[in-house]
Protein backbone atom coordinates (compact mmCIF):
# COMPACT_ATOMS: atom_id res chain seq x y z
CA UNK A 1 0.00 0.00 0.00
CA UNK A 2 1.31 3.53 -0.43
CA UNK A 3 1.80 5.77 1.70
CA UNK A 4 1.01 9.10 -0.60
CA UNK A 5 -0.49 8.80 -4.24
CA UNK A 6 -0.55 12.00 -6.67
CA UNK A 7 -3.25 12.05 -9.26
CA UNK A 8 -1.63 13.98 -12.05
CA UNK A 9 2.16 14.63 -13.19
CA UNK A 10 1.83 17.98 -13.89
CA UNK A 11 3.33 21.33 -12.67
CA UNK A 12 1.62 20.67 -9.50
CA UNK A 13 1.80 17.20 -9.22
CA UNK A 14 5.74 17.30 -9.65
CA UNK A 15 6.12 20.37 -7.16
CA UNK A 16 4.18 18.53 -4.36
CA UNK A 17 5.78 14.73 -5.00
CA UNK A 18 9.48 16.83 -4.56
CA UNK A 19 8.42 18.62 -1.63
CA UNK A 20 7.11 15.50 0.21
CA UNK A 21 10.34 13.86 -0.92
CA UNK A 22 13.01 16.48 -0.45
CA UNK A 23 11.66 18.59 2.31
CA UNK A 24 8.76 16.35 4.55
CA UNK A 25 11.47 13.21 3.85
CA UNK A 26 8.74 10.61 2.81
CA UNK A 27 10.48 7.45 1.58
CA UNK A 28 10.14 7.37 -1.78
CA UNK A 29 9.13 3.89 -2.43
CA UNK A 30 5.80 5.06 -0.55
CA UNK A 31 4.92 7.40 -3.04
CA UNK A 32 3.74 7.46 -6.74
CA UNK A 33 2.11 9.80 -9.22
CA UNK A 34 -0.31 8.60 -11.68
CA UNK A 35 -0.48 10.18 -14.70
CA UNK A 36 -1.40 9.46 -18.48
CA UNK A 37 2.04 10.62 -19.60
CA UNK A 38 4.95 8.70 -19.44
CA UNK A 39 6.87 11.85 -18.88
CA UNK A 40 6.38 14.65 -16.50
CA UNK A 41 4.59 17.82 -17.34
CA UNK A 42 3.98 16.52 -21.10
CA UNK A 43 0.46 18.07 -20.62
CA UNK A 44 2.55 21.41 -19.82
CA UNK A 45 4.49 20.67 -22.61
CA UNK A 46 2.11 20.30 -25.52
CA UNK A 47 0.86 23.51 -24.58
CA UNK A 48 3.83 25.48 -24.55
CA UNK A 49 4.36 23.95 -27.89
CA UNK A 50 1.17 24.88 -29.07
CA UNK A 51 0.97 28.82 -28.69
CA UNK A 52 4.28 28.67 -29.22
CA UNK A 53 5.63 30.13 -26.28
CA UNK A 54 9.49 31.42 -25.30
CA UNK A 55 9.11 32.45 -22.10
CA UNK A 56 7.09 31.44 -18.80
CA UNK A 57 5.14 34.80 -17.50
CA UNK A 58 6.03 33.90 -14.16
CA UNK A 59 9.60 35.23 -12.55
CA UNK A 60 11.72 32.28 -11.88
CA UNK A 61 11.26 32.60 -8.09
CA UNK A 62 8.14 30.19 -9.20
CA UNK A 63 9.85 27.34 -10.36
CA UNK A 64 9.12 23.60 -8.87
CA UNK A 65 12.40 22.90 -7.10
CA UNK A 66 12.20 23.19 -3.33
CA UNK A 67 13.65 26.55 -3.02
CA UNK A 68 12.67 29.83 -4.74
CA UNK A 69 16.16 30.63 -5.62
CA UNK A 70 16.37 27.21 -6.73
CA UNK A 71 16.22 27.49 -10.81
CA UNK A 72 17.85 30.85 -10.88
CA UNK A 73 21.27 28.79 -9.20
CA UNK A 74 20.91 26.26 -11.16
CA UNK A 75 20.66 27.90 -14.52
CA UNK A 76 23.82 30.16 -12.93
CA UNK A 77 25.85 27.00 -12.30
CA UNK A 78 25.22 25.55 -16.08
CA UNK A 79 27.30 28.25 -18.64
CA UNK A 80 25.82 26.90 -21.66
CA UNK A 81 22.45 28.59 -20.99
CA UNK A 82 24.33 32.01 -21.20
CA UNK A 83 24.35 32.34 -25.10
CA UNK A 84 20.70 31.29 -25.32
CA UNK A 85 19.33 34.30 -22.97
CA UNK A 86 17.92 31.74 -20.29
CA UNK A 87 16.21 34.61 -18.65
CA UNK A 88 14.38 37.85 -19.44
CA UNK A 89 15.79 40.52 -17.73
CA UNK A 90 13.00 41.65 -15.98
CA UNK A 91 11.47 39.67 -12.75
CA UNK A 92 13.80 37.22 -14.39
CA UNK A 93 11.19 35.07 -16.07
CA UNK A 94 12.93 31.74 -17.77
CA UNK A 95 12.66 30.44 -21.09
CA UNK A 96 10.86 27.66 -21.96
CA UNK A 97 13.67 25.56 -22.00
CA UNK A 98 15.25 26.57 -19.02
CA UNK A 99 12.12 26.18 -16.94
CA UNK A 100 11.74 22.70 -18.08
CA UNK A 101 14.98 21.26 -18.09
CA UNK A 102 15.25 22.28 -14.13
CA UNK A 103 11.83 20.74 -13.89
CA UNK A 104 14.07 17.42 -15.53
CA UNK A 105 16.71 17.66 -12.53
CA UNK A 106 14.00 18.12 -10.09
CA UNK A 107 12.47 14.69 -10.85
CA UNK A 108 15.89 13.18 -11.43
CA UNK A 109 17.44 14.42 -7.62
CA UNK A 110 14.05 12.77 -6.63
CA UNK A 111 13.63 9.83 -8.32
CA UNK A 112 10.34 11.03 -9.27
CA UNK A 113 10.36 9.44 -12.89
CA UNK A 114 10.35 5.94 -11.19
CA UNK A 115 7.60 6.49 -8.60
CA UNK A 116 5.44 7.52 -11.86
CA UNK A 117 2.46 4.92 -13.31
CA UNK A 118 1.29 5.71 -16.50
CA UNK A 119 -2.68 5.48 -16.22
CA UNK A 120 -4.98 7.47 -15.62
CA UNK A 121 -7.40 7.77 -12.11
CA UNK A 122 -11.24 6.51 -12.87
CA UNK A 123 -12.40 5.99 -9.34
CA UNK A 124 -12.01 7.18 -5.82
CA UNK A 125 -13.56 5.37 -2.84
CA UNK A 126 -12.66 5.11 0.62
CA UNK A 127 -11.53 1.47 1.92
CA UNK A 128 -10.94 0.68 5.22
CA UNK A 129 -9.15 3.95 6.60
CA UNK A 130 -7.71 4.13 3.07
CA UNK A 131 -8.48 5.29 -0.33
CA UNK A 132 -8.97 2.53 -3.12
CA UNK A 133 -7.97 3.94 -6.48
CA UNK A 134 -9.25 2.19 -9.69
CA UNK A 135 -6.73 2.85 -13.09
CA UNK A 136 -6.72 2.17 -16.43
CA UNK A 137 -3.64 0.13 -15.14
CA UNK A 138 -5.36 -1.67 -12.12
CA UNK A 139 -6.35 -0.70 -8.40
CA UNK A 140 -4.15 1.15 -6.25
CA UNK A 141 -4.80 1.28 -2.29
CA UNK A 142 -3.34 4.51 -0.80
CA UNK A 143 -3.48 6.23 2.81
CA UNK A 144 -3.31 10.17 1.23
CA UNK A 145 -4.47 10.92 -2.58
CA UNK A 146 -3.87 14.23 -3.33
CA UNK A 147 -5.51 15.46 -6.63
CA UNK A 148 -3.38 17.66 -8.84
CA UNK A 149 -5.87 17.53 -11.93
CA UNK A 150 -4.94 20.68 -13.68
CA UNK A 151 -7.81 22.75 -15.46
CA UNK A 152 -7.54 22.16 -18.94
CA UNK A 153 -9.10 18.78 -19.32
CA UNK A 154 -11.80 21.45 -21.01
CA UNK A 155 -11.33 23.78 -23.30
CA UNK A 156 -13.76 26.78 -23.58
CA UNK A 157 -15.37 27.05 -27.23
CA UNK A 158 -17.69 29.65 -28.42
CA UNK A 159 -21.28 27.88 -29.74
CA UNK A 160 -20.72 29.41 -32.93
CA UNK A 161 -17.42 27.02 -33.24
CA UNK A 162 -19.90 23.98 -33.34
CA UNK A 163 -21.51 25.32 -36.45
CA UNK A 164 -17.73 24.77 -38.35
CA UNK A 165 -16.50 21.11 -39.37
CA UNK A 166 -13.71 20.15 -37.13
CA UNK A 167 -10.94 20.24 -40.10
CA UNK A 168 -11.73 24.11 -39.75
CA UNK A 169 -11.60 24.75 -36.46
CA UNK A 170 -9.40 23.83 -33.64
CA UNK A 171 -8.41 24.90 -30.08
CA UNK A 172 -4.82 25.37 -29.30
CA UNK A 173 -5.43 23.26 -26.17
CA UNK A 174 -6.87 20.32 -27.99
CA UNK A 175 -4.58 17.57 -27.76
CA UNK A 176 -4.67 16.83 -31.63
CA UNK A 177 -3.24 20.84 -32.23
CA UNK A 178 -0.31 21.57 -34.15
CA UNK A 179 0.85 24.85 -35.47
CA UNK A 180 2.69 22.86 -37.72
CA UNK A 181 -0.58 21.71 -39.55
CA UNK A 182 -1.75 25.02 -41.28
CA UNK A 183 -1.27 24.90 -44.88
CA UNK A 184 0.83 27.55 -46.75
CA UNK A 185 -0.88 30.43 -47.65
CA UNK A 186 -3.98 29.62 -45.33
CA UNK A 187 -5.77 32.60 -44.16
CA UNK A 188 -5.95 31.68 -40.72
CA UNK A 189 -8.28 33.65 -37.51
CA UNK A 190 -7.14 33.44 -33.93
CA UNK A 191 -9.80 34.05 -31.60
CA UNK A 192 -9.04 35.43 -28.28
CA UNK A 193 -7.79 37.85 -26.14
CA UNK A 194 -5.33 36.77 -24.02
CA UNK A 195 -1.55 35.78 -23.75
CA UNK A 196 -1.92 32.46 -25.60
CA UNK A 197 -4.01 34.26 -28.50
CA UNK A 198 -1.13 36.58 -28.51
CA UNK A 199 1.45 33.99 -28.30
CA UNK A 200 -0.32 31.85 -31.01
CA UNK A 201 -0.74 34.86 -33.76
CA UNK A 202 2.94 35.68 -33.39
CA UNK A 203 4.26 32.33 -33.82
CA UNK A 204 1.90 31.40 -36.80
CA UNK A 205 2.83 35.00 -38.49
CA UNK A 206 6.36 34.25 -37.67
CA UNK A 207 6.46 31.00 -39.76
CA UNK A 208 5.56 32.96 -43.24
CA UNK A 209 2.35 30.46 -43.65
CA UNK A 210 -0.10 32.73 -45.19
CA UNK A 211 -1.80 35.93 -43.40
CA UNK A 212 -3.07 35.54 -39.53
CA UNK A 213 -5.72 37.80 -38.36
CA UNK A 214 -6.12 38.03 -34.42
CA UNK A 215 -10.05 38.74 -33.26
CA UNK A 216 -10.44 40.34 -30.00
CA UNK A 217 -13.41 41.11 -28.37
CA UNK A 218 -11.56 43.93 -26.34
CA UNK A 219 -8.74 46.20 -26.75
CA UNK A 220 -5.24 44.84 -25.70
CA UNK A 221 -4.93 44.55 -21.84
CA UNK A 222 -1.77 44.82 -20.82
CA UNK A 223 -0.53 43.08 -17.46
CA UNK A 224 2.66 41.78 -16.52
CA UNK A 225 1.21 38.98 -14.70
CA UNK A 226 -2.40 36.70 -14.99
CA UNK A 227 -3.56 38.97 -11.31
CA UNK A 228 -1.64 41.00 -9.02
CA UNK A 229 1.61 40.18 -7.43
CA UNK A 230 0.12 41.53 -3.97
CA UNK A 231 -1.88 38.65 -3.98
CA UNK A 232 1.71 36.67 -3.51
CA UNK A 233 1.99 39.18 0.03
CA UNK A 234 0.68 38.69 2.85
CA UNK A 235 -2.41 42.12 2.91
CA UNK A 236 -3.85 40.69 0.08
CA UNK A 237 -4.19 36.87 1.33
CA UNK A 238 -4.87 37.78 4.91
CA UNK A 239 -8.42 39.81 3.75
CA UNK A 240 -9.18 36.72 1.86
CA UNK A 241 -8.98 34.49 4.40
CA UNK A 242 -10.67 36.20 6.53
CA UNK A 243 -13.66 36.21 4.45
CA UNK A 244 -15.64 33.08 5.46
CA UNK A 245 -18.00 33.22 2.21
CA UNK A 246 -17.28 31.22 -0.15
CA UNK A 247 -19.25 32.18 -2.73
CA UNK A 248 -17.51 35.89 -2.03
CA UNK A 249 -14.49 34.14 -2.39
CA UNK A 250 -15.28 33.06 -5.80
CA UNK A 251 -16.14 36.93 -6.68
CA UNK A 252 -12.78 38.02 -5.28
CA UNK A 253 -11.03 35.51 -7.59
CA UNK A 254 -13.04 36.47 -10.94
CA UNK A 255 -12.51 40.03 -9.81
CA UNK A 256 -8.28 39.64 -9.36
CA UNK A 257 -7.77 37.49 -11.90
CA UNK A 258 -6.52 39.41 -15.03
CA UNK A 259 -8.39 37.03 -17.66
CA UNK A 260 -7.69 37.94 -21.79
CA UNK A 261 -4.48 40.03 -20.78
CA UNK A 262 -1.18 40.27 -22.25
CA UNK A 263 2.28 40.60 -21.04
CA UNK A 264 3.47 44.28 -21.74
CA UNK A 265 6.44 42.52 -24.12
CA UNK A 266 4.15 40.84 -25.70
CA UNK A 267 1.84 43.37 -26.80
CA UNK A 268 4.47 45.28 -27.88
CA UNK A 269 5.45 42.55 -30.50
CA UNK A 270 2.29 42.44 -31.56
CA UNK A 271 2.03 46.19 -32.10
CA UNK A 272 5.24 46.13 -33.71
CA UNK A 273 4.00 42.87 -36.17
CA UNK A 274 0.60 44.60 -36.67
CA UNK A 275 2.48 47.30 -38.05
CA UNK A 276 4.61 45.89 -40.13
CA UNK A 277 1.61 44.08 -41.50
CA UNK A 278 2.26 40.55 -40.14
CA UNK A 279 -1.00 40.32 -38.24
CA UNK A 280 -3.99 41.90 -38.52
CA UNK A 281 -5.19 42.75 -35.27
CA UNK A 282 -9.15 43.28 -35.18
CA UNK A 283 -11.37 44.40 -32.28
CA UNK A 284 -14.53 41.93 -32.84
CA UNK A 285 -16.86 39.45 -31.93
CA UNK A 286 -18.09 36.36 -33.95
CA UNK A 287 -22.15 35.83 -33.90
CA UNK A 288 -21.96 32.92 -36.32
CA UNK A 289 -19.70 31.14 -38.59
CA UNK A 290 -20.51 28.88 -41.68
CA UNK A 291 -18.52 27.31 -44.35
CA UNK A 292 -19.80 29.10 -47.72
CA UNK A 293 -18.12 28.44 -51.07
CA UNK A 294 -14.68 26.38 -49.29
CA UNK A 295 -14.22 29.09 -47.08
CA UNK A 296 -15.24 30.27 -43.64
CA UNK A 297 -17.32 33.17 -43.44
CA UNK A 298 -17.29 34.45 -40.06
CA UNK A 299 -20.52 36.97 -39.01
CA UNK A 300 -18.72 40.15 -37.06
CA UNK A 301 -22.38 41.56 -36.79
CA UNK A 302 -22.03 44.15 -38.59
CA UNK A 303 -20.65 44.72 -42.28
CA UNK A 304 -19.18 41.69 -44.74
CA UNK A 305 -18.26 38.49 -43.19
CA UNK A 306 -14.70 37.73 -42.08
CA UNK A 307 -13.53 35.18 -45.04
CA UNK A 308 -10.81 33.15 -43.99
CA UNK A 309 -9.35 29.03 -44.79
CA UNK A 310 -9.35 28.07 -40.54
CA UNK A 311 -9.85 29.35 -37.40
CA UNK A 312 -8.13 28.59 -34.38
CA UNK A 313 -9.23 29.08 -30.55
CA UNK A 314 -7.44 30.52 -28.13
CA UNK A 315 -10.31 30.93 -25.41
CA UNK A 316 -9.01 29.47 -22.60
CA UNK A 317 -10.34 26.81 -20.46
CA UNK A 318 -14.19 26.15 -18.95
CA UNK A 319 -14.32 27.64 -15.61
CA UNK A 320 -16.41 25.22 -14.04
CA UNK A 321 -14.91 22.68 -11.36
CA UNK A 322 -12.19 20.59 -13.14
CA UNK A 323 -11.83 16.73 -12.94
CA UNK A 324 -15.12 15.37 -14.62
CA UNK A 325 -16.52 12.13 -13.62
CA UNK A 326 -13.87 11.04 -10.96
CA UNK A 327 -14.05 14.54 -8.83
CA UNK A 328 -18.24 14.71 -9.42
CA UNK A 329 -18.65 10.95 -8.43
CA UNK A 330 -16.53 12.08 -4.85
CA UNK A 331 -19.12 14.81 -4.42
CA UNK A 332 -22.32 12.55 -5.07
CA UNK A 333 -21.21 9.07 -3.06
CA UNK A 334 -19.01 10.71 0.02
CA UNK A 335 -21.14 14.28 0.14
CA UNK A 336 -17.95 16.31 0.21
CA UNK A 337 -18.67 19.95 0.66
CA UNK A 338 -18.49 22.24 -2.16
CA UNK A 339 -19.21 25.98 -2.39
CA UNK A 340 -21.97 27.23 -4.51
CA UNK A 341 -19.44 27.70 -8.01
CA UNK A 342 -18.97 23.81 -7.47
CA UNK A 343 -15.57 24.46 -6.40
CA UNK A 344 -14.24 22.30 -3.11
CA UNK A 345 -14.46 24.02 0.17
CA UNK A 346 -11.23 22.66 1.65
CA UNK A 347 -9.90 22.80 5.57
CA UNK A 348 -6.66 25.16 5.66
CA UNK A 349 -4.40 22.02 4.74
CA UNK A 350 -6.13 21.90 1.45
CA UNK A 351 -7.95 18.66 2.80
CA UNK A 352 -11.27 17.73 1.58
CA UNK A 353 -11.77 15.13 3.91
CA UNK A 354 -9.81 12.72 5.57
CA UNK A 355 -6.58 11.71 3.81
CA UNK A 356 -7.81 13.60 0.93
CA UNK A 357 -6.28 16.64 -0.29
CA UNK A 358 -6.58 18.95 -3.49
CA UNK A 359 -4.26 21.56 -5.00
CA UNK A 360 -4.48 23.72 -8.46
CA UNK A 361 -7.53 25.11 -9.45
CA UNK A 362 -9.45 22.89 -6.43
CA UNK A 363 -7.76 24.91 -4.12
CA UNK A 364 -8.74 27.90 -5.04
CA UNK A 365 -10.89 29.24 -2.85
CA UNK A 366 -8.28 28.31 -0.28
CA UNK A 367 -5.21 29.70 -2.14
CA UNK A 368 -6.91 32.89 -3.80
CA UNK A 369 -6.05 33.95 -7.56
CA UNK A 370 -2.90 32.58 -7.89
CA UNK A 371 -3.68 28.51 -6.99
CA UNK A 372 -3.90 27.54 -10.89
CA UNK A 373 -0.01 29.12 -11.06
CA UNK A 374 3.55 28.15 -10.07
CA UNK A 375 2.86 30.00 -7.24
CA UNK A 376 -0.02 28.24 -6.27
CA UNK A 377 1.87 24.98 -6.39
CA UNK A 378 4.32 26.12 -4.33
CA UNK A 379 1.49 27.77 -1.55
CA UNK A 380 0.02 24.37 -1.64
CA UNK A 381 3.35 22.78 -0.68
CA UNK A 382 3.54 24.89 1.86
CA UNK A 383 0.35 24.04 3.45
CA UNK A 384 0.99 20.71 2.95
CA UNK A 385 4.56 20.60 5.10
CA UNK A 386 3.31 22.55 7.72
CA UNK A 387 0.44 19.75 8.23
CA UNK A 388 2.78 17.39 7.86
CA UNK A 389 4.68 18.71 10.67
CA UNK A 390 1.58 19.09 13.04
CA UNK A 391 1.37 22.90 13.00
CA UNK A 392 -2.11 24.08 11.03
CA UNK A 393 -2.54 27.57 12.31
CA UNK A 394 -2.17 29.88 9.59
CA UNK A 395 -0.34 33.01 9.39
CA UNK A 396 -2.19 36.60 7.87
CA UNK A 397 -0.82 35.83 4.39
CA UNK A 398 -2.05 32.37 4.11
CA UNK A 399 1.08 30.55 4.78
CA UNK A 400 1.07 28.16 8.02
CA UNK A 401 2.16 29.73 11.07
CA UNK A 402 5.73 28.57 11.93
CA UNK A 403 7.01 27.83 8.08
CA UNK A 404 10.01 26.18 8.56
CA UNK A 405 13.02 28.24 6.94
CA UNK A 406 12.80 26.57 3.42
CA UNK A 407 9.38 27.80 3.36
CA UNK A 408 8.99 27.68 -0.49
CA UNK A 409 8.24 31.02 -1.97
C1 LIG B 1 0.21 27.92 -22.25
C2 LIG B 1 0.25 28.10 -20.75
C3 LIG B 1 1.27 28.81 -20.18
C4 LIG B 1 1.33 28.98 -18.79
N1 LIG B 1 2.35 29.70 -18.26
C5 LIG B 1 2.42 29.86 -16.94
C6 LIG B 1 3.49 30.60 -16.36
O1 LIG B 1 4.34 31.13 -17.04
N2 LIG B 1 3.53 30.71 -15.00
C7 LIG B 1 2.59 30.15 -14.19
O2 LIG B 1 2.69 30.28 -12.97
N3 LIG B 1 1.54 29.49 -14.72
C8 LIG B 1 1.44 29.32 -16.07
N4 LIG B 1 0.39 28.63 -16.60
C9 LIG B 1 -0.68 28.15 -15.69
C10 LIG B 1 -0.32 26.83 -14.95
O3 LIG B 1 0.94 26.90 -14.34
C11 LIG B 1 -0.31 25.66 -15.89
O4 LIG B 1 -1.59 25.51 -16.45
C12 LIG B 1 0.08 24.36 -15.19
O5 LIG B 1 0.23 23.37 -16.16
C13 LIG B 1 -0.91 23.92 -14.15
O6 LIG B 1 -0.39 22.78 -13.53
P1 LIG B 1 -1.30 21.58 -13.08
O7 LIG B 1 -0.40 20.55 -12.50
O8 LIG B 1 -2.41 22.09 -12.26
O9 LIG B 1 -1.96 21.04 -14.42
P2 LIG B 1 -1.28 20.22 -15.62
O10 LIG B 1 0.10 20.69 -15.86
O11 LIG B 1 -2.27 20.24 -16.73
O12 LIG B 1 -1.18 18.74 -15.06
C14 LIG B 1 -2.31 17.99 -14.69
C15 LIG B 1 -2.02 16.55 -15.04
O13 LIG B 1 -3.03 15.74 -14.44
C16 LIG B 1 -3.36 14.70 -15.35
N5 LIG B 1 -4.67 14.16 -14.98
C17 LIG B 1 -5.88 14.78 -15.03
N6 LIG B 1 -6.84 13.92 -14.64
C18 LIG B 1 -6.23 12.74 -14.31
C19 LIG B 1 -6.69 11.48 -13.85
N7 LIG B 1 -8.00 11.22 -13.64
N8 LIG B 1 -5.78 10.50 -13.64
C20 LIG B 1 -4.46 10.72 -13.82
N9 LIG B 1 -3.96 11.91 -14.28
C21 LIG B 1 -4.84 12.90 -14.53
C22 LIG B 1 -3.34 15.42 -16.69
O14 LIG B 1 -3.24 14.49 -17.74
C23 LIG B 1 -2.08 16.29 -16.54
O15 LIG B 1 -0.93 15.59 -16.96
C24 LIG B 1 0.31 28.44 -17.96
C25 LIG B 1 -0.74 27.74 -18.56
C26 LIG B 1 -0.77 27.57 -19.93
C27 LIG B 1 -1.92 26.81 -20.53
Do not use: K
Amino acid sequence: MLDWLIIGGGVHGTHLAAVLVGRVGIDPGGLAIIDPHRRSLAAWDRRAQAVGMEYLRSPGVHNLGLGPMDLITWADARPGWASSEPFMARYLRPSVPVFRAHADAVCSQHGLGLRRIVGTAERIRPWRRRWRIETTTGRLDARNVILALGATGHTSRPDWAARLPPERVSHVFDEEFLREDAPTGAHLVVVGGGISAAQVALSLAGSDRGPVTLLMRHRVRRHMFDSDPTWLGPVRMAEFLSDPDPASRRRTIAASRHRGSIPPELADRLATQARRGRVLVRRAEVEDARVRGGAVALDLGSGDPLVCDRVVLATGVDPARPGGELVDRLVRELGLPVAPCGYPVVDPALRWCRGLHVTGPLAELELGPVARNIAGARRAADRLVLALSGSERLSSDGRMAGAPALSAR
